[in-house]
């Protein structure tokens, strides 16, 4: 049978088309390369705690980077203990007691769950990162500190947003241990 010039024309568009697309794999690689060197120069050793909206962290220039420990977030409103709500703050000031209940009875359960103490760490006690607003009650974290201190978490670590320091002037250490100003050689 006799095909027609369309025919012909369709059949042979169609085998040319067959082979499928090719991908063009240089304009992919270039943009790996690029998101490879974006990632390697910005992987700073940045540690990133969980935040709330509600909580603005005090201020601090310190140059120590904080361990990933046990996370305990104050605010105006709760106390929270790895992501759950142990009490509320109105409900804790109103009480008499130095030692927050909620709070030691979730410490005592997280410690039963990681089990003993190693004898090196007996004296310095388990670690835990205390994240409180700014605006808490002294009160209210001086009850935190002594429930942590109570339930084998005396070490206790602060959370703070870390701002550059405006202190020209280097410090030295004076013979007895404390801080003082470097001289500056003016007159003896």
Do not use: W
Request: proline letters at 6%; one cysteine or more.
């Amino acid at each position: 049978m006799k095909q027609s010039l369309r025919a012909k024309r369709m059949a042979k568009h169609h085998k040319r088309n067959l082979g499928g697309s090719k991908l063009n794999l240089v304009s992919l690689m270039d943009i790996f390369t690029i998101l490879v060197f974006f990632l390697l120069i910005n992987s700073d050793d940045v540690e990133i705690l969980q935040n709330q909206k509600d909580i603005i962290l005090p201020e601090s220039v310190s140059e120590q980077k904080p361990d990933s420990t046990l996370l305990i977030l104050a605010n105006n409103e709760d106390l929270i203990v790895s992501g759950q709500i142990v009490a509320k703050v109105t409900d804790i000031l109103a009480r008499e007691d130095l030692v927050i209940a909620e709070l030691k009875q979730v410490l005592t359960d997280l410690a039963t769950q990681a089990g003993p103490l190693p004898e090196e760490l007996e004296e310095k006690g388990r670690p835990v990162t205390i994240m409180g607003d700014a605006e808490i009650p002294y009160e209210m974290l001086k009850r935190i500190m002594q429930t942590c201190v109570d339930t084998e978490f005396r070490d206790v670590s602060m959370a703070v947003s870390q701002v550059p320091s405006n202190d020209p002037v280097p410090l030295a250490e004076d013979p007895v241990g404390a801080a003082a100003p470097a001289p500056t050689g003016e007159g003896t």
